[in-house]
């Protein structure tokens, strides 16, 4: 390189005069040309300083203002919406600080610092399907054992421990039974410090499952297959709540039904047929009632039931002993009977008896005033014959005797001959056939009407004598 040109090599050259004495002058060159050198290097560090330090006040804004434009983005990632059909709680450091807040937009301190929780406020139904059921063979989903006819499920005599499901009854039968659950989570705080969301079904589920068991271990069969369902599910209801309520839940249960029940699968035809019984009989109970209240009718119209009222009563005294009451409370039904007025517990009653009852009335009340006219005309009759007697007896007599003489040959059951004046004749005489079966069919007639009016009032005794429990007197 070209000592000229090379500043360093000239400046240890002049370096090298000044220790060689060499004039002053040139030193003194050199040196101003050193420090124009230095001065032009400080000038352009001074720019690249300035240039900098302007870099580093920039850099230094823009830190900053994103700082800032951090710090809002934190504050406001604390805005969280709350959807419908969900309550929210506001927490921090952990500690419900806001609780029930309704749908929308809410606030809270960020994460770490807190959160809006989110819960559902519905009514969310669980089934209780497969718990208390045989197995079922195949599918084994939800929809499809809620839903199966129950001649799928296992029927077995015997039940495996583990597949099959069953319910103990109070009296050591075996049922199976399915349910269904409607809860809500209604102490939202309580909910979310206790339960976590995945194990919540789980926890219902085991708390409604304990519940049936005690409940239908205090209960038979019987009560399971023929009464309501209703009060079984209030029990299970009430036991799996205070099970719930007890862990702190925060859920309550609005409903539990009892879908299906079954006693063991095995037995079930057995079950059935008894059922079917009880149904027959529960319905010729009510065409009983039904065929009471209407002969009821029939007999006595709408006096029937006061009627009948008065009769157990008087049957009642009757069975005390106490003869002046009965004889009073006789008095009454008579009233009753012809329709007057008659006072009952204090109140005046007006009966209108119609029907059969009114038509006997009627006929009895025909039959005595018929026998009255008839009495009193037999004894017109015999005044008469006897003040004729008295005025001419042989009169009378032929006169009688030739009445009846001619009544007596007018039946169509008498035969007459006529044989010549002093010729004697023997005569054998048969019955005649047509009139012996003629008498014989009007006695049989009236001999079965006999039993048949005989039949009745041995059957309306007898009703009497059930209904009252009266003991007919040993002859």
Do not use: C
């Amino acid at each position: 390189m070209d000592e000229h040109t090379d500043p360093t090599h000239q400046h240890d050259h002049e370096h090298q005069h000044v220790h060689d004495d060499e004039p002053r002058a040139a030193s003194v060159r050199l040196r101003a040309e050193e420090g124009s050198q230095s001065v032009s290097e400080r000038q352009r560090m001074d720019t690249a300083n300035q240039s900098l330090a302007d870099a580093l006040r920039i850099t230094y804004g823009l830190l900053k203002a994103a700082m800032v434009v951090l710090v809002v983005l934190f504050v406001v990632s604390g805005v969280q919406s709350i959807n419908e059909g969900e309550r929210g709680i506001a927490v921090r450091f952990g500690k419900p600080v806001r609780q029930n807040l309704e749908p929308g937009f809410a606030w809270s301190f960020p994460y770490p610092i807190g959160e809006i929780v989110r819960v559902e406020s519905g009514t969310v139904e669980l089934p209780v399907a497969a718990a208390f059921m045989p197995n079922l063979p195949g599918d084994n989903s939800l929809e499809t054992i809620m839903g199966a006819n129950i001649e799928r499920f296992n029927s077995s005599s015997s039940l495996k421990p583990g597949s099959d499901g069953s319910n103990i009854t109070a009296d050591l039968n075996i049922a199976h039974t399915q349910w269904t659950i409607n809860y809500r989570r209604a102490d939202h705080a309580e909910f979310v410090s206790n339960i976590y969301p995945e194990n919540e079904r789980r926890i219902i589920h085991s708390a409604v499952r304990q519940a049936v068991v005690h409940v239908m271990a205090e209960t038979t069969i019987d009560d399971l297959l023929k009464n309501s369902s209703e009060s079984i599910s209030n029990q299970v209801r009430e036991q799996a709540q205070r099970t719930l309520n007890g862990i702190g839940s925060g859920i309550e249960i609005d409903r539990v039904v009892l879908t299906r029940k079954n006693a063991a699968l095995s037995l079930r035809s057995k079950f059935s047929s008894v059922q079917t019984a009880a149904q027959n009989a529960g319905k010729q109970r009510e065409d009983a009632l039904l065929l009471r209240d209407q002969l009821l009718n029939e007999v006595a119209g709408r006096a029937s039931t006061l009627l009948v009222e008065q009769i157990n009563e008087y049957e009642r005294l009757i069975e005390l002993g106490e003869a002046d009451e009965a004889e009073a409370q006789l008095a009454r039904i008579d009233a009753i009977l012809e329709g007057r007025p008659v006072e009952i517990d204090g109140e005046t009653i007006v009966s209108l008896v119609s029907g059969e009852v009114s038509e006997l009335l009627k006929d009895a009340q025909t039959q005595a005033s018929n026998r009255v006219n008839n009495a009193i005309a037999q004894l017109e009759n015999f005044r008469s014959k006897l003040a004729q007697y008295e005025a001419n007896p042989k009169l009378m007599i032929a006169r009688d005797w030739s009445s009846a003489m001619g009544e007596f040959l007018d039946k169509d059951s008498v035969s007459t001959i006529l044989l010549p004046e002093g010729v004697d004749a023997e005569v054998f005489i048969n019955n005649d056939p047509d009139i012996a079966r003629e008498l014989d069919r009007i006695r049989k007639r009236r001999e079965a009407e006999e039993a048949e009016d005989l039949r009745r009032e041995e059957m309306r005794r007898s009703w009497y004598r059930s209904q009252r429990g009266i003991q007919e007197p040993e002859d």
